[in-house]
């Protein structure tokens, strides 16, 4: 704690605060990561395309799009030589820490922050000591400044312990609309992975309480598809439309009554529509997102096969075409119960924890499970940890807030198990 | 047709096609109206506010929309006193002939274009001789230009005739959204109209037949309900949401589902909808437009009803809040037989005329009914004449074109009818 | 009128109304009509087989079912003879009357009952005067038993009338579940006929009132769908179900929002509906029975093609199968002009008739338009008359009944008819 | 295992399965029950009514059925004292075995049987042995011939032991349709019951293998509504009905619709409908058979309320009444884990004994929870025991079979069970 005292996590974490952005467009952020990691300085930075599997990249927003939030970091006085890295949306960062020989640890963390106004209230701790949102419907909600304050401290950290071995740091972009997962899990870096630590802040669990590991994250499938109709005049000649205002209500009704599952728990949502042109219009097109989770990956496949069959015999119903689209994915991993217990016995000896949770039901999806099965296919472990944080609401709420007193709980935490698996190396 | 002869109809047409605007947006149209007219040199000249009854006015769209179009008509270069009188989309003219002692004769056109894109293929007319939409995205599909043209030319006409009595021409902004009749109907201009003519081209009628007299168009109403219900995280919590998602698609199911009536037609349509935010947030918002239509205004008093029922009834099963809102209107009202038959008798005398419908079941929705109701309601007779006109493709079709010969046979029909009643008063 | 008076017509009437029998199960009905016809002493009497084309018969019900009824009338006194010409639900007759060379002239009648429980309240007068029904369940709530007296009471006034040439009457089985004309129009009694006259008493039409000739009666089709699931625990294992439940459920919420048509009314009802064995077990199979009706042919054919893939899609969207099938369906034939006149102006001449209604919407359905589709094809004329009566409720409601006074009216209609049209031939 | 030996435990389930009687009407099975006490010589034995508390039975069939179930018990020589003792429904038998000062301790154990043919196959046990069901339509397909086996089974051993205290077994009525369980727990017999052991089967438990105590079992209720609407006729006044057809499809729709909860699974299912007469008709009355289950009461009562709200909305959408009743239901109630572990310790000691699970999630409904949860409500100790048993296809499927072997592992752990709480009294 030396070097990344208290005051200076704060200060981090409240930097990325002000400056939330959403996935793929994490410019600034990766700029200011990349600053930070060149000021420590690690002995490799990939940024973006290089840090990235291009072709897994997964829900890249349109190009219009990604175009005004880099043309917004550069106005803010984001270094060009990085913002030409990470161009067409290629945000992202793996640092690489060599400390001779040993095993390679695997640290991830993400960037992206979501859209949502954060509260003005004076009761709001960011706006009242001056941290609130700059970017107008935009808020880190869910934490991930806190997770780079942590990483950033960790390797910090690990560069002035003992730690003998090499430490990846993946800082994820776009994990809110789990984008990122995959292509950061295919760059490569991860290929000689033994031990990779996800982490996350808070999920209910107060400032004192580690989570070892966490259990069954919820596999994830985010789906969009459009029902292509005829229009026809509604008042003339209803007949001879195709009706893909009826389609989009018939499927919707129907996907939210896919069959509950005997393995367990899945979900379905449709959270948004658009369609159609006017009232007196037979709808020719309508747009429907959705998505569906389970406790398995097998229940999530479950749930994504019956809602397209939903879907295809909504449209064969009214005479319509759709197609759905998977946008993005995840997968549903557990921790490994040997890494869980290293950490758990780890987190103990941590100043200020007071309650460490062997295991947890996650009940979230997180695409740092793409990450965690590529370790884990290899023969590698993973663990996913919390790292506990009081906050004052619930995660994506506009008043969401987290306990800085966590931040180096978890720094130390991480250090301490990096520490510990450098020292039982076989 | 000294005064505007063929030549000048088709020239006055093409320039009002090339310039479509949609309703209340009308601002370059009735420039162009109420130059013509001065031009002409008529009596008295109503615009905007002075023609329209502002508090009746259905289906007005948001201000920055109305500045837009006014924005836009500005620098075309239309004069600046006249789009000072139709501020706040106040748009349409009243025009007043007064020709001495005689039955006071109403005419009603209407100047508004569809949102559509025309056809630039080298077979439609308009593309191929220039004058084709500049307005990209809205299109004079219905023939309404025509309509202008056929109205101008007999004020013309009128003029040079022996015509005794009063003429007034009611140029009715917003006909297609359904949002001018009643403001016009109740500007003080009909109260005593003895005789009204609401005319319309095509609607399969080829060139060279004329309806005397349409009956049974559709009352309609356009009804438009946000479904207010609570959102959560649809993984983490889908029961602490109100789920406005489902309660629309419920209603949207039971909307077409609504009994068919034994009195005669009805429609039911949801042409637009709109809502949530993200396919992992149970949706808070949705929002439907939709429109009820009857052969007779109880018909479609009765769809509305239903179409209610069901809205709230959606509303509570998803534990939501919604409140249906009419944006427009129209009632069904017939021609009058007698005014149906002299127009029927005057339209074999005209030059061009092969044959003549005397009745014909409109079928479709006309807010010209709302003149024709308050001319009725105050002893008056009014007919829905319909000059036939070849027409390529149907009526909102991107291709949709009207043959100009039909203009001089509307002129002629509507000044020899004028005449007639001048001739014919007890 | 000196062979079957007034009393002797409400007599046979009454008759009929006491034992009123189902579609395919008038085996009673059938045989006192045969008895009424050797009294009278017809030329020919076809029964059962020999009156119908057996492989055309719809909706025939279970053996079983038709077993119960011919046991009850058996037991009841039927002649065994006629029963035995009955066997299988072979019920119906035709009489064939031939009185020398002249026209063939058919007359059409129809002998079931429908499935409801009569009033028995003492102002409803077949309660009050002791002719109330006597098969518990089942009523002539449709004037069928007026039809057969103004049929037999035509007979026998035609015999003792100056008509020449042939007279055949149709006594039609099976009209309510539209199963037996069709069998009828295709035995081959048809063939030769020139003018045929359905008839058929009230409908709202007062006594003394007569319609010369019905149009747009509503083409029909009845369909049965069952859908075919798998069951499966549903507390224990939903989704190893296919839920035939939900794909009934889909299907009747669809089906009832097929589009309306542009070319006029259309109807479609699920009216019946039946499956699954309990609370806890996902339903394996749901059977629902539907109609589609349509003002023309194709308008039925229409809804029925719709209502088609509504089912096959519902099926599909919930894994199950499905086979819709058409149990019986009937055209819409309009009545001919030329012939509707010529009994429009012998209604005239008719005592007690005090208004004739040349042309009327018929909008239910008949399946006497099977007879009347046959005869038009070969050349022939067919008019669907009504004889006005009071009743004091709706048809089908457990206290219809028909004014008598309308029974001789009737008789004299078709007796006069039947003589102009043996004068006129050419 | 003197007094029953293997052979005489098979030849007593063999005799129960071949008598399947459903809930209520478990007459001739009630008698054998009695007799076989009578043989053991037990100090109590209390029938039907003494049994009972009354009031509390829920899901009683009619009458009717009630009573041809008992004609045809005593047609096949019940006696006709226990007979007496069971009218109107009251199956069902609490037999006291006392032993003198010591613990007393329940065994729990059902009598019904379910609606389904046996298969009569070759490879199928009971057809080859001889030992089908010979009551057409039913079966033994759940294992509770076997548990009353067990028990008597159980009773006889306890009476050769050194058992010290009172030993109640209750043969509960009613077990499959959730109604005989809450009128057993207020029949005043549980009162003093310090150790409540149920037990039961199977439920994919090899033999040998021992659950020691089941955890959450599914709350459950069983609905029924009636929607009730007006019928009108469908061709010719659609919009004169109140559809109750409509009603129910949305309803159904939006049950299976309900929200997952967070706090666990839940279920729901529609499985039984009936309801309108005739195609074209609208249906004045739609019925259908509904549950919900929840991982906990309070899920099941959530899904309850939901169920309940979706069914007066939708009868609300379509005009019409309802009024959802709940037939019967069930509580959750977890197992108590020092019960649990003692009978684990147990489990292990007896023969044929090659796994013992402590704990296990039950995922089904149960309504000994009823006799659970009033034991452990007044401090007595409940749990739910699983004794293993291979069978070649899934409870409830024509094909279902036990292990006879199971039978003395049965006896055996409850008799071992008994005495060790015997033993260990404070």
């Not at 070097?3 to 939330?20: G, K, N, V, W």
């Not at 884990?376 to 906050?391: E, P, R």
Request: with cysteine; aromatic share 4%; hydrophobic share 35%.
């Amino acid at each position: 704690m030396s070097h990344l005292d208290r005051d200076r996590l704060s200060e981090l974490r409240r930097a990325f605060h002000r400056h939330p952005e959403p996935g793929w467009r994490e410019f600034r952020t990766t700029a200011r990561v990349v600053e930070e990691l060149e000021r420590i300085g690690v002995d490799e930075i990939a940024v973006g395309r290089e840090a990235l599997a291009t072709d897994e990249r997964m829900a890249v927003p349109p190009d219009s799009e990604l175009a005004d939030w880099r043309e917004r970091a550069r106005e803010t006085g984001v270094r060009s030589d990085i913002l030409e890295r990470t161009d067409g949306g290629h945000t992202g960062v793996v640092a690489v820490l060599d400390q001779g020989d040993g095993p390679c640890l695997g640290l991830r963390v993400d960037l992206d922050a979501i859209s949502m106004e954060e509260s003005a209230e004076s009761d709001h701790r960011p706006a009242a000591e001056g941290f609130r949102s700059e970017h107008d419907g935009y808020m880190h909600a869910c934490g991930h400044d806190a997770h780079l304050a942590i990483a950033l401290g960790t390797i910090g950290a690990v560069t002035e312990s003992d730690f003998e071995g090499t430490l990846k740091v993946f800082f994820q972009p776009a994990e809110e609309i789990s984008g990122g997962g995959k292509a950061m899990a295919e760059s490569g870096y991860l290929d000689d992975v033994d031990y990779l630590l996800a982490v996350h802040v808070g999920l209910d669990h107060p400032t004192g309480e580690i989570v070892a590991g966490s259990d069954r994250p919820l596999a994830m499938a985010h789906v969009t598809a459009t029902f292509e109709g005829a229009s026809a005049h509604a008042g003339k000649a209803p007949n001879e439309g195709a009706n893909a205002m009826q389609a989009a209500a018939t499927a919707i009704q129907n996907a939210y009554a896919i069959p509950r599952h005997s393995d367990g728990m899945t979900r379905v949502n449709v959270g948004r529509i658009e369609g159609g042109c006017a009232s007196n219009v037979i709808a020719e097109e309508v747009t429907i997102e959705a998505e569906v989770r389970g406790e398995t990956t097998a229940l999530m496949e479950y749930a994504r096969t019956e809602l397209e069959r939903v879907l295809y015999a909504a449209a064969e119903m009214h005479d319509c075409d759709v197609s759905p689209r998977v946008i993005s994915d995840s997968p549903s991993v557990d921790s490994h119960p040997a890494l869980r217990d290293l950490i758990g016995n780890v987190a103990w000896t941590v100043e200020g924890v007071e309650r460490v949770v062997p295991s947890y039901d996650l009940g979230v999806s997180e695409d740092a499970t793409y990450l965690m099965q590529r370790v884990q296919d290899d023969g590698g472990l993973a663990s996913y940890v919390l790292v506990g944080t009081d906050h004052p609401t619930n995660h994506h709420t506009p008043t969401f807030d987290v306990d800085e007193r966590s931040l180096d709980i978890g720094v130390s935490l991480l250090t301490e198990t990096a520490l510990q698996l450098s020292r039982q190396r076989p």
